[in-house]
Protein backbone atom coordinates (compact mmCIF):
# COMPACT_ATOMS: atom_id res chain seq x y z
CA UNK A 1 0.00 0.00 0.00
CA UNK A 2 1.53 3.47 -1.21
CA UNK A 3 1.80 6.21 1.30
CA UNK A 4 -1.15 8.52 1.47
CA UNK A 5 -1.14 12.53 2.15
CA UNK A 6 -4.20 13.37 4.75
CA UNK A 7 -6.10 14.25 1.51
CA UNK A 8 -5.27 11.77 -0.71
CA UNK A 9 -6.80 9.31 2.25
CA UNK A 10 -9.74 11.34 2.96
CA UNK A 11 -10.61 11.95 -0.52
CA UNK A 12 -11.42 7.84 -0.73
CA UNK A 13 -12.84 7.73 2.61
CA UNK A 14 -15.21 10.33 1.97
CA UNK A 15 -16.09 8.98 -1.40
CA UNK A 16 -16.28 5.58 0.17
CA UNK A 17 -19.15 7.10 2.72
CA UNK A 18 -20.87 8.83 -0.06
CA UNK A 19 -21.25 5.75 -1.93
CA UNK A 20 -22.77 3.53 1.00
CA UNK A 21 -24.93 6.32 1.82
CA UNK A 22 -25.88 6.38 -1.83
CA UNK A 23 -26.55 2.62 -2.13
CA UNK A 24 -28.42 3.05 1.57
CA UNK A 25 -30.62 6.04 0.27
CA UNK A 26 -31.19 3.96 -3.39
CA UNK A 27 -32.82 1.06 -1.38
CA UNK A 28 -35.41 2.85 0.46
CA UNK A 29 -36.01 4.47 -2.79
CA UNK A 30 -36.73 1.72 -5.02
CA UNK A 31 -38.39 -0.58 -2.22
CA UNK A 32 -41.15 2.77 -1.84
CA UNK A 33 -41.25 2.90 -5.94
CA UNK A 34 -42.42 -0.50 -6.29
CA UNK A 35 -45.36 0.38 -4.78
CA UNK A 36 -46.10 3.21 -7.40
CA UNK A 37 -46.05 0.43 -10.33
CA UNK A 38 -48.25 -1.96 -11.24
CA UNK A 39 -47.36 -5.43 -10.60
CA UNK A 40 -45.48 -6.74 -13.69
CA UNK A 41 -43.51 -4.01 -13.50
CA UNK A 42 -42.50 -4.75 -9.45
CA UNK A 43 -40.15 -7.22 -10.43
CA UNK A 44 -37.62 -4.68 -11.90
CA UNK A 45 -37.85 -2.57 -9.06
CA UNK A 46 -36.66 -5.80 -6.45
CA UNK A 47 -34.02 -6.75 -8.96
CA UNK A 48 -32.73 -2.91 -8.22
CA UNK A 49 -33.45 -2.93 -4.41
CA UNK A 50 -31.10 -6.32 -4.63
CA UNK A 51 -28.24 -4.82 -6.76
CA UNK A 52 -27.95 -1.44 -4.23
CA UNK A 53 -28.50 -3.64 -1.04
CA UNK A 54 -25.74 -5.88 -2.43
CA UNK A 55 -23.65 -3.22 -3.14
CA UNK A 56 -23.98 -1.24 -0.11
CA UNK A 57 -22.86 -4.20 1.90
CA UNK A 58 -20.03 -4.72 0.12
CA UNK A 59 -19.02 -0.82 0.11
CA UNK A 60 -19.64 -1.03 3.90
CA UNK A 61 -16.99 -3.84 4.05
CA UNK A 62 -14.92 -2.18 1.50
CA UNK A 63 -15.33 1.08 3.96
CA UNK A 64 -13.69 -0.76 6.84
CA UNK A 65 -11.16 -2.34 5.36
CA UNK A 66 -9.43 1.10 4.03
CA UNK A 67 -9.67 2.16 7.45
CA UNK A 68 -8.28 -0.77 8.93
CA UNK A 69 -5.35 -0.46 5.71
CA UNK A 70 -3.60 2.68 7.20
CA UNK A 71 -2.65 4.51 10.26
CA UNK A 72 -1.75 8.07 10.49
CA UNK A 73 1.82 8.69 11.72
CA UNK A 74 3.81 11.89 11.23
CA UNK A 75 1.13 13.66 9.45
CA UNK A 76 1.05 11.01 6.78
CA UNK A 77 -0.84 7.92 6.27
CA UNK A 78 0.79 4.83 5.88
CA UNK A 79 0.09 0.99 5.66
CA UNK A 80 -0.92 -0.37 8.77
CA UNK A 81 0.16 -3.77 7.63
CA UNK A 82 -3.57 -5.17 7.21
CA UNK A 83 -3.98 -5.86 3.60
CA UNK A 84 -7.23 -3.64 1.73
CA UNK A 85 -9.40 -6.02 0.68
CA UNK A 86 -10.76 -5.28 -2.86
CA UNK A 87 -11.97 -8.36 -3.84
CA UNK A 88 -15.15 -7.43 -2.24
CA UNK A 89 -15.57 -5.50 -5.47
CA UNK A 90 -15.43 -8.41 -7.75
CA UNK A 91 -17.73 -10.65 -5.52
CA UNK A 92 -20.56 -7.64 -5.87
CA UNK A 93 -20.18 -7.41 -9.31
CA UNK A 94 -20.41 -11.05 -9.58
CA UNK A 95 -23.76 -11.06 -7.95
CA UNK A 96 -24.80 -7.57 -9.00
CA UNK A 97 -24.06 -6.86 -12.94
CA UNK A 98 -26.07 -9.83 -14.18
CA UNK A 99 -29.08 -7.85 -11.82
CA UNK A 100 -28.65 -5.41 -13.78
CA UNK A 101 -28.96 -6.40 -17.57
CA UNK A 102 -31.68 -8.74 -15.94
CA UNK A 103 -33.24 -5.46 -15.33
CA UNK A 104 -33.48 -4.01 -18.47
CA UNK A 105 -35.02 -6.97 -19.59
CA UNK A 106 -37.49 -6.90 -16.96
CA UNK A 107 -38.86 -3.58 -17.37
CA UNK A 108 -39.69 -4.20 -20.99
CA UNK A 109 -42.01 -6.75 -20.13
CA UNK A 110 -41.64 -8.79 -23.46
CA UNK A 111 -44.10 -10.92 -24.84
CA UNK A 112 -41.89 -14.32 -25.50
CA UNK A 113 -38.60 -15.12 -25.68
CA UNK A 114 -37.51 -12.70 -22.54
CA UNK A 115 -36.21 -15.58 -20.51
CA UNK A 116 -33.80 -16.75 -23.43
CA UNK A 117 -32.33 -13.67 -23.71
CA UNK A 118 -31.94 -12.75 -19.95
CA UNK A 119 -29.95 -16.12 -19.66
CA UNK A 120 -26.98 -15.39 -22.53
CA UNK A 121 -27.15 -11.38 -21.04
CA UNK A 122 -26.40 -12.52 -17.11
CA UNK A 123 -24.20 -15.57 -18.18
CA UNK A 124 -22.41 -13.40 -20.51
CA UNK A 125 -22.24 -10.78 -17.58
CA UNK A 126 -21.00 -13.27 -14.88
CA UNK A 127 -18.61 -14.55 -17.22
CA UNK A 128 -17.20 -11.45 -17.86
CA UNK A 129 -16.44 -10.68 -14.18
CA UNK A 130 -14.58 -14.22 -13.54
CA UNK A 131 -12.38 -13.63 -16.39
CA UNK A 132 -11.39 -10.50 -15.35
CA UNK A 133 -10.54 -11.70 -11.51
CA UNK A 134 -7.19 -13.21 -12.67
CA UNK A 135 -5.59 -10.71 -14.03
CA UNK A 136 -7.13 -8.01 -11.11
CA UNK A 137 -4.73 -9.70 -8.62
CA UNK A 138 -2.54 -10.70 -10.87
CA UNK A 139 1.32 -8.91 -9.94
CA UNK A 140 2.64 -8.73 -13.78
CA UNK A 141 0.87 -6.40 -16.54
CA UNK A 142 1.12 -9.23 -19.00
CA UNK A 143 -1.11 -11.52 -16.93
CA UNK A 144 -3.48 -8.56 -16.66
CA UNK A 145 -3.44 -7.41 -19.83
CA UNK A 146 -4.30 -11.32 -20.90
CA UNK A 147 -7.34 -11.59 -18.79
CA UNK A 148 -8.70 -8.83 -19.27
CA UNK A 149 -8.66 -9.05 -23.27
CA UNK A 150 -10.11 -12.47 -22.36
CA UNK A 151 -12.90 -10.74 -20.08
CA UNK A 152 -13.99 -7.79 -22.79
CA UNK A 153 -14.88 -10.69 -25.21
CA UNK A 154 -18.55 -11.52 -23.01
CA UNK A 155 -18.58 -7.46 -22.63
CA UNK A 156 -18.97 -6.71 -26.54
CA UNK A 157 -20.93 -9.61 -26.74
CA UNK A 158 -23.68 -7.72 -24.44
CA UNK A 159 -22.88 -4.42 -26.17
CA UNK A 160 -23.62 -6.11 -29.15
CA UNK A 161 -26.83 -8.26 -28.24
CA UNK A 162 -28.40 -4.77 -26.10
CA UNK A 163 -27.55 -3.40 -30.15
CA UNK A 164 -28.87 -5.86 -32.10
CA UNK A 165 -31.14 -7.95 -30.45
CA UNK A 166 -33.08 -5.82 -27.94
CA UNK A 167 -33.50 -3.01 -30.58
CA UNK A 168 -35.99 -3.80 -32.55
CA UNK A 169 -38.02 -4.18 -29.41
CA UNK A 170 -36.72 -0.67 -28.35
CA UNK A 171 -37.92 0.98 -31.41
CA UNK A 172 -42.01 -0.98 -30.63
CA UNK A 173 -42.01 0.70 -27.91
CA UNK A 174 -44.37 4.28 -27.49
CA UNK A 175 -42.34 7.57 -27.76
CA UNK A 176 -41.24 8.43 -24.43
CA UNK A 177 -40.68 4.97 -23.15
CA UNK A 178 -38.44 4.84 -26.51
CA UNK A 179 -36.09 7.54 -25.52
CA UNK A 180 -35.84 6.58 -22.24
CA UNK A 181 -34.78 2.94 -23.00
CA UNK A 182 -32.28 4.32 -25.21
CA UNK A 183 -30.90 6.82 -22.56
CA UNK A 184 -30.25 3.92 -20.35
CA UNK A 185 -29.01 1.68 -22.88
CA UNK A 186 -26.24 4.35 -23.19
CA UNK A 187 -26.01 4.96 -19.67
CA UNK A 188 -25.14 1.19 -19.49
CA UNK A 189 -22.42 1.54 -22.11
CA UNK A 190 -20.72 4.48 -20.68
CA UNK A 191 -20.57 3.63 -16.93
CA UNK A 192 -19.76 -0.34 -17.80
CA UNK A 193 -17.18 0.94 -20.51
CA UNK A 194 -15.63 2.82 -17.53
CA UNK A 195 -14.45 -0.39 -15.37
CA UNK A 196 -12.25 -1.53 -18.72
CA UNK A 197 -11.10 1.49 -18.63
CA UNK A 198 -9.57 2.06 -14.86
CA UNK A 199 -8.77 -1.40 -15.07
CA UNK A 200 -6.14 -0.57 -17.80
CA UNK A 201 -4.41 2.06 -15.50
CA UNK A 202 -1.45 -0.23 -13.78
CA UNK A 203 -1.14 -1.31 -17.70
CA UNK A 204 -0.64 2.15 -19.38
CA UNK A 205 2.45 2.74 -16.54
CA UNK A 206 -0.20 4.44 -13.95
CA UNK A 207 1.33 3.12 -10.34
CA UNK A 208 1.82 3.85 -6.82
CA UNK A 209 -1.02 6.30 -5.31
CA UNK A 210 -2.35 7.83 -8.44
CA UNK A 211 -3.71 4.54 -9.63
CA UNK A 212 -4.83 3.89 -6.00
CA UNK A 213 -6.78 6.84 -5.75
CA UNK A 214 -7.90 6.84 -9.53
CA UNK A 215 -9.16 3.41 -9.31
CA UNK A 216 -10.77 3.99 -5.98
CA UNK A 217 -12.51 7.24 -6.81
CA UNK A 218 -13.70 5.75 -10.57
CA UNK A 219 -15.15 2.75 -9.25
CA UNK A 220 -17.02 4.68 -6.82
CA UNK A 221 -18.50 6.92 -9.29
CA UNK A 222 -19.28 3.95 -11.82
CA UNK A 223 -21.00 2.12 -9.14
CA UNK A 224 -23.44 5.09 -7.94
CA UNK A 225 -24.40 5.70 -12.08
CA UNK A 226 -24.47 2.43 -12.63
CA UNK A 227 -26.47 1.07 -9.84
CA UNK A 228 -28.34 3.89 -8.54
CA UNK A 229 -28.74 6.24 -11.37
CA UNK A 230 -29.44 3.18 -13.60
CA UNK A 231 -32.55 1.84 -11.25
CA UNK A 232 -33.84 5.36 -11.07
CA UNK A 233 -34.14 5.29 -15.15
CA UNK A 234 -35.77 2.07 -14.92
CA UNK A 235 -38.32 3.20 -12.61
CA UNK A 236 -38.77 6.05 -15.11
CA UNK A 237 -39.40 3.62 -17.95
CA UNK A 238 -42.19 1.69 -16.03
CA UNK A 239 -43.83 4.80 -15.16
CA UNK A 240 -44.23 5.96 -19.12
CA UNK A 241 -44.86 2.36 -19.77
CA UNK A 242 -47.94 2.60 -17.34
CA UNK A 243 -48.74 6.41 -18.42
CA UNK A 244 -48.86 4.73 -22.33
CA UNK A 245 -50.87 2.02 -21.73
CA UNK A 246 -52.97 3.57 -19.53
CA UNK A 247 -52.15 1.49 -16.58
CA UNK A 248 -52.61 2.39 -12.74
CA UNK A 249 -51.93 1.16 -8.98
CA UNK A 250 -54.82 2.74 -7.67
CA UNK A 251 -56.16 -0.32 -5.83
CA UNK A 252 -60.07 -0.44 -4.34
CA UNK A 253 -59.00 1.05 -1.31
CA UNK A 254 -58.43 3.80 -3.18
CA UNK A 255 -61.23 3.72 -5.26
CA UNK A 256 -63.18 3.15 -2.22
CA UNK A 257 -62.02 6.62 -1.08
CA UNK A 258 -63.25 8.40 -4.25
CA UNK A 259 -66.18 10.43 -4.04
CA UNK A 260 -68.95 8.97 -6.23
CA UNK A 261 -70.00 11.60 -9.20
CA UNK A 262 -73.27 12.94 -8.39
C1 LIG B 1 -22.15 -2.30 -10.46
C2 LIG B 1 -21.03 -2.82 -11.10
C3 LIG B 1 -20.85 -2.89 -12.45
C4 LIG B 1 -21.86 -2.40 -13.42
C5 LIG B 1 -19.63 -3.47 -12.92
C6 LIG B 1 -19.28 -3.63 -14.20
C7 LIG B 1 -18.03 -4.17 -14.52
C8 LIG B 1 -17.52 -4.33 -15.78
C9 LIG B 1 -18.30 -3.94 -16.99
C10 LIG B 1 -16.19 -4.87 -15.91
C11 LIG B 1 -15.59 -5.15 -17.06
C12 LIG B 1 -14.20 -5.63 -17.25
C13 LIG B 1 -13.76 -5.75 -18.56
C14 LIG B 1 -14.65 -5.54 -19.74
C15 LIG B 1 -12.34 -6.09 -18.91
C16 LIG B 1 -11.40 -5.93 -17.76
C17 LIG B 1 -11.95 -6.55 -16.53
C18 LIG B 1 -13.27 -5.96 -16.07
C19 LIG B 1 -13.88 -7.00 -15.17
C20 LIG B 1 -12.96 -4.69 -15.26
Redesign the pocket.
Known amino acids: MPELSIGEYSLVYNLFSFTFATMFASFIFFVLARMQLTPRYRMAMVMSAI ?1 VAV ?1 GYHYFRIFESWEAAYVLQDGVYVASGQPFNDAYR ?1 V ?2 LL ?2 PL ?1 VAELIAVMTLAKGSGWLTARLAGAAAL ?2 I ?3 P ?2 IATDVSARAL ?2 FL ?2 IP ?1 VYIVYTLWTELGPAIERQPGTVKVLLRNTRLLLLA ?3 F ?2 I ?2 LLPIVGVTGSTALIAIQVGYCI ?2 VA ?2 CGYGVMIYAIARAKMTANNESVMDSADTALMPTPA
Open positions: VAYDWTVLMVLGYGEWGSTFTWGYPVYADAK
